[in-house]
């Protein structure tokens, strides 16, 4: 059963230290999504790759935040130092012909990360 | 710029009660329309979608969603909620998700016994 894989699960950090944030898109998809979940904004979509080229991220703040995508089967999110406000639910998202009616978004369960 | 509300943030069906979860959208162009359901801790997983074509689109777990253009609305129903449906809803709009998709805040839908 195909899946989005995503490590770890849950990360408790103390402020200003550095979180990586993990995702093993489904075999096969092209293109990945890294939104983040908060109970004020909802779900916000942090940057997206293509065939592992980034193609936007102006969603996330570009100070502290870094998403690459060193090869197919693995894209990551860092965020360098980490703040209080970073604390949210990372949700990494993969798919392939989403233009098309039988395109699907898969995602993964979630990153947890909570920021002392 | 491409918006969806989800004016409901919380809604209490009793099991076995018809539902509906209303959803509108501001989009550019042809606007192409999701409904995701997400369990506690979990992912998000995908219900429907409209792309183009009949209006009245079917899901999986007995959900139908009808896309109205004149109302720029998608919303939601299901005609009988079992508890196993209690769970975060959201709806997105995209051009057809190929360059990421904006989601409304959702809404929570609780079942009563």
């Known amino acids: 059963d195909a899946r989005v894989t995503q490590t770890p699960r849950h990360k408790v950090t103390e402020m200003g230290q550095e979180v990586t944030m993990r995702c093993q898109p489904i075999?096969?998809?092209?293109?990945v999504f890294w939104y983040r979940q908060t109970m004020m904004q909802g779900l916000e979509l942090l940057a997206y790759f293509r065939n592992r080229a980034p193609l936007d991220d102006s969603g996330m703040p570009k100070d502290r935040f870094s998403a690459e995508m060193p090869d197919a089967t693995l894209a990551t999110l860092k965020i360098q130092p980490s703040e209080p406000r970073d604390s949210a639910v990372y949700f990494c998202?993969?798919?392939?012909?989403?233009?098309?009616?039988?395109?699907?978004?898969?995602f993964g369960e979630g990153s947890r990360l909570t920021v002392l | 710029a491409q918006s969806v509300t989800q004016p409901d943030i919380h809604i209490t069906v009793s099991e076995g009660a018809s539902l509906e979860l209303r959803c509108n959208y501001s989009y550019g162009a042809t606007p192409y329309l999701f409904w995701y359901v997400q369990s506690p801790g979990q992912g998000l997983q995908l219900l429907l979608k409209?792309?183009?074509?009949?209006?009245l689109v079917q899901g999986i777990k007995g959900f139908e969603a009808e896309f109205k253009r004149s109302q720029s609305s998608f919303n939601l129903r299901k005609p009988s909620v079992h508890w196993s449906d209690a769970a975060e809803y959201f709806c997105a709009v995209g051009g057809g998700g190929a360059d990421g998709l904006t989601f409304g805040k959702g809404t929570h839908l609780i079942i009563q016994p």
């Open positions: 409209y792309f183009s074509g009949d209006t």
């Open positions: 075999l096969g998809h092209n293109t």
């Open positions: 998202a993969s798919g392939l012909r989403l233009d098309r009616p039988t395109g699907e978004l898969f």
